[in-house]
């Protein structure tokens, strides 16, 4: 079936610089998408959520931006602190209520 | 958002044994949701837990392996049948409600160890 992946499984990053992360998915009847965050031992936090009538959207210190054309779906995260360091998921809706969920990007801040 | 309360956190189970991880929330919820993430992986969807019917479950999934109950629309438990080491995971419930958080809370998951 039809899936949501991510570019990069790892990412690096120095404290106080931005980071971004990318997600590619294959079903073009989505039209809902959300980030999540997971830390170790925990369940997925939710981030931000975007729907397909918008190409972006911003809240406190992340922006997602969601490009149907090429099916791209990024988060972008200001002034990365070393919480943040997680592994970062998208998940995308096709109206049925049922979450599909990418494979995960391990974000790394170095101090 | 929705809080949910998943119980037990962690356990550590014989073969062939079975378990029930139980799913509460504070609120009632439109829908309930399993997951399992195997370890460094992803989230897979198990089944749908309907209140007052049976569960809808993903290709790959079935009753016999995962029965899933859902009296009421707070409450919702799944069994992992006959383990075997290869249900070694983390199970995840998950809830759309209503509220800020796109909908979609998760509980902060059961580790199953199978040994």
């Known amino acids: 079936g039809e899936s949501v992946g991510l570019h990069l499984p790892t990412l690096s990053v120095q404290e106080g610089d931005n980071s971004i992360i990318n997600c590619a998915y294959s079903?073009?009847?989505?039209?809902?998408f959300i980030w999540y965050k997971q830390e170790s031992g925990k369940g997925p936090q939710f981030i931000i959520d975007?729907?397909?009538?918008?190409d972006k959207r911003q809240g406190q210190r992340v922006t997602v931006l969601l490009n149907k054309t090429v099916k791209h779906l990024s988060l972008q995260i200001a002034a990365t602190q070393p919480g943040d360091s997680a592994v970062y998921f998208c998940?995308?809706?096709?109206?049925?209520?049922?979450?599909?969920f990418g494979a995960g990007t391990t974000v790394t801040v170095r101090a | 958002s929705a809080v949910i309360s998943q119980k037990p956190s962690r356990d550590i189970c014989q073969r062939g044994t079975s378990l029930t991880i139980q799913c509460q929330v504070d609120?009632?919820?439109?829908?309930m949701f399993w997951y399992r993430q195997q370890p460094g992986q992803s989230l897979t969807l198990i089944a749908t837990a309907n209140q007052g019917s049976e569960a809808t479950y993903e290709s790959g999934f079935v009753i016999d392996k995962f029965p899933i109950s859902r009296p009421n629309l707070t409450f919702s438990t799944l069994t992992v049948s006959n383990m075997s080491p290869e249900d070694s995971s983390i199970y995840l419930c998950s809830v759309l409600g209503t509220g800020q958080s796109g909908g979609y809370t998760f509980g902060s998951g059961t580790r199953l160890t199978v040994v």
């Open positions: 609120s009632q919820v439109t829908m």
């Open positions: 975007i729907r397909s009538n918008m």
């Open positions: 079903n073009s009847a989505s039209d809902y």
């Open positions: 998940a995308e809706n096709t109206n049925d209520y049922k979450l599909s």
